[in-house]
Nanobody, 120 residues
Framework: EQLVESGGGLVQAGGSLTLSCTAS????????LGWFRQAPGKEREGLAS???????TIYAASVKGRFTISRDTKRSASLQMTSLQVEDTAVYYC???????????????WGQGTQVTVSS
């Protein structure tokens, strides 16, 4: 089972970036998908999730209205990020689990992460 993130990079404040997550080795569309991030010295933070039943989405207050999670195919998903701020700088992870919530403990499969850096 594997998840691979891509699309990270350097962007100026106010800019946009789209992250992608591609799955292999398991039935990705049977799982809820979540996006998380971890900044240096901070705990991993849940940002957005989409469930496997009816694609219900949940967003953290810090990103609601700026980030959009979606399933693109049976094996891929994305996180569209707009109005990026310096404090959005972190390593971003996608994860799959049974429930569409934002709790790190509830996700079973994790990608290796992709760095997003927002400059002022």
């Amino acid at each position: 089972e594997q998840l691979v993130e891509s699309g990270g990079g350097l962007v100026q404040a106010g800019g946009s970036l789209t992250l992608s997550c591609t799955a292999s080795g398991f039935a990705f569309d049977d799982y809820a998908l979540g996006w998380f991030r971890q900044a240096p010295g901070k705990e991993r933070e849940g940002l957005a999730s989409i469930d496997s039943i009816d694609d219900t989405t949940i967003y953290a207050a810090s990103v609601k209205g700026r980030f959009t999670i979606s399933r693109d195919t049976k094996r891929s998903a994305s996180l569209q990020m707009t109005s990026l701020q310096v404090e959005d700088t972190a390593v971003y992870y996608c994860a799959a689990g049974p429930f569409g919530r934002l709790d790190v403990e509830e996700f079973d499969y994790w990608g290796q992460g992709t760095q997003v850096t927002v400059s002022s």
